[in-house]
């Protein structure tokens, strides 16, 4: 073995045999969710069930930044009922991954974005954990029913994230979530099967359906259907579902009849009826828009109107912001940074805030440093490019961040687009580069 081959270290979905490379997984899962690793990484335990794993040189910052893993697990364990699969360890992987996160049992993938220094990109670590109820521990039968995975997952990212950030930011989060949903069904068109919960995928690629929408729009499904039966009820009737088809396979006709059937046992009465299909099978927009609700969201929204009428209020009220950065914080910078890119904004004023605060080089958080480099793009403001690609695009292949910036680029300028994309695909999964190559050749 030579010098080089004798860092390399071995982790698969499994509980490690002692001194081995050996794995056993206990409980049955897809074969979607088995994955390996090999490659010069450092394990870390935080506890006898919590571990980190990443490679060497950023192994510190990392378990730093995951030291609370505990407490996400135990929190999520009080919400659904105790964790099955007696190890969780995160994986942070090289920069090529494109995803945040990939929920493999015991050993969860996830993007060294979530890494900023401040945690306020760990939220993603919740909702993998999550996934061991809702994708792991049950699993959707098809891909028309990935839904169930992933709205089922981030209802219980942000009952978790209720509990440890409080009721403000989970608004606030469903809000910024429920702005997401809207812009990617806008972009699908209203009435493409890629915008409802049940895709006709047909001989197509699957991967060109996926979106946020089963995330958003099933969360949005599941928190209607709490607001109707009430929170404790709707959380026994998870429960009960859960355990009920634990260790199978699923479609979302078996959760309609158990929460037909919990109702009924229990008398409920429901103030109107659930139209399934309407929800589930029908392309556009969710029936309704309009289950959650933020007075911070409001401030900001109307903050957004004054950053050319006002630059004071608006940079003092930025300032404020960027200078706590909460978990709650980054929600409401995410939305002001969104809301800003809806009207045009001069290139005098951009230069001032980037004078001012140096968002360009400064950002931390992958979600902030993607909307505001998207505000500046949108208003051709080509000051930031070198900075794009520096900061972003040649550091990073989250799906997440790089394509949404290509889609601009390549309307601010399709040529440079074009050349930036063959410069860096080299740091890109596979998958990125086919989907970024079909959007930037599309007329």
């Known amino acids: 073995m030579d010098e080089d081959s004798s860092k390399l270290n071995v982790f698969a979905t499994g509980l490690r045999h002692a001194d081995t490379n050996k794995f056993t997984m206990h409980i049955p899962i897809p074969t979607y969710l088995f994955a390996f690793l090999i490659g010069n990484f450092e394990h870390r335990k935080l506890n006898h069930r919590i571990g980190v794993v990443a490679e060497p040189a950023e192994i510190e910052a990392c378990v730093k930044e995951l ?34 996160g990939m929920e493999n049992p015991i050993y969860t993938f996830a993007s060294p974005s979530i890494i900023t220094g401040d945690r306020s990109g760990t939220t993603v670590a919740v909702h993998e954990i999550a996934h061991s109820w809702t994708g792991n521990l049950i699993s959707c039968r098809n891909w028309q029913n990935f839904w169930m995975n992933e709205g089922f997952t981030v209802y219980f990212e942000n009952a978790a994230l209720r509990v440890l950030n409080g009721e403000e930011y989970y608004n606030v989060s469903s809000i910024v979530e429920q702005k997401m949903l809207l812009k990617t069904i806008n972009e699908f068109g209203k009435e493409n099967s890629f915008s409802s919960l049940t895709p006709q995928i047909g001989h197509g690629n699957p991967d060109d359906a996926f979106s946020v929408v089963p995330y958003y729009k099933g969360y949005t499904f599941l928190t209607y259907l709490e607001q109707l039966v009430g929170a404790k009820p709707f959380l026994e009737l998870l429960q009960r579902f859960l355990k009920k088809y634990s260790r199978k396979s699923v479609e979302w006709h078996q959760f309609r009849d158990e929460f037909n059937a919990y109702v009924a046992e229990h008398s409920i009465k429901l103030s109107e009826e659930v139209h399934w299909e309407e929800w589930i099978v029908k392309p556009g927009y969710p029936p309704r828009l309009d289950l959650f609700k933020s007075t911070r969201i409001d401030e900001v929204t109307e903050l957004a109107k004054h950053i050319e009428s006002d630059p004071e209020k608006f940079d003092t009220e930025l300032g404020k912001l960027l200078a706590d950065i909460t978990p709650l914080n980054v929600r409401l910078l995410e939305v002001l940074l969104h809301l800003c890119q809806e009207t045009p904004v001069t290139h005098e004023t951009l230069k001032r805030i980037d004078g001012k605060f140096s968002l360009s080089t400064t950002l931390k958080n992958y979600s902030l440093m993607t909307e505001w480099f998207l505000l500046c793009l949108v208003n051709r403001f080509g ?61």
Do not use: W
């Not at 972003?392 to 910036?405: E, V």
């Not at 390549?410 to 190559?437: G, M, P, S, V, W």
């Open 67 to 100: 030291d609370e893993l505990e407490t996400y697990v135990s929190t999520l364990e009080k919400l659904i009922f105790p964790y099955e699969f007696r190890e969780y360890n995160v994986c942070i992987l090289p920069r090529s991954f494109p995803y945040g």
């Open 383 to 443: 000051d930031v490019i070198d900075n794009v690609e520096q900061r972003l695009l040649s550091k990073m292949g989250r799906m997440k961040f790089i394509r949404p910036i290509y889609r601009e680029l390549k309307k601010y300028n399709r040529a440079l687009a074009n050349t930036l994309f063959d410069r860096n695909k080299c740091h890109y999964a596979e998958i990125a580069n086919d989907l970024i190559a079909k959007e930037l050749a599309k007329e």
